[in-house]
């Protein structure tokens, strides 16, 4: 691997370098996962949602309160049947309050 003194984009480094290529794709997949079950979130919720880890088919939603949290894990069994139907199937989903920065 030659060494570079210079920047260059992500997309291209990504595509350059195994690591970085596996996690673009992680990435990518969770995206995927969180539009695919965007529309059965409460519209008060959508925006406490992020897509988080994916990582040995365990998904990982990352929520912006305790509140959000509670509703989540209420909506936990209709999202993984949605997503196995949309071919997104996954073992599990995790749901993590994020800390807030002060």
């Not at 030659?2 to 990504?14: D, F, G, N, S, V």
């Not at 539009?35 to 990582?55: F, K, T, W």
């Not at 894990?73 to 749901?95: E, N, W």
Request: glycine share 4%; net charge positive.
């Amino acid at each position: 691997m030659q060494r570079r003194h210079q920047a260059i984009p992500l997309q291209q480094a990504a595509q350059e370098s195994p690591t970085f290529a596996r996690l673009a794709d992680l990435v990518r997949e969770s995206s995927a996962r969180l539009q695919a079950i965007r529309g059965l979130l409460p519209a008060p919720l959508r925006a406490s949602v992020q897509a988080g880890p994916l990582e040995d088919g365990c998904w990982c939603l990352l929520v912006s309160s305790n509140a959000v949290a509670a509703k989540m894990r209420q909506l936990l069994p209709a999202l993984q049947a949605h997503l196995s139907i949309k071919g997104l199937g996954v073992t599990s989903i995790r749901i993590k309050v994020q800390n807030r920065v002060p």
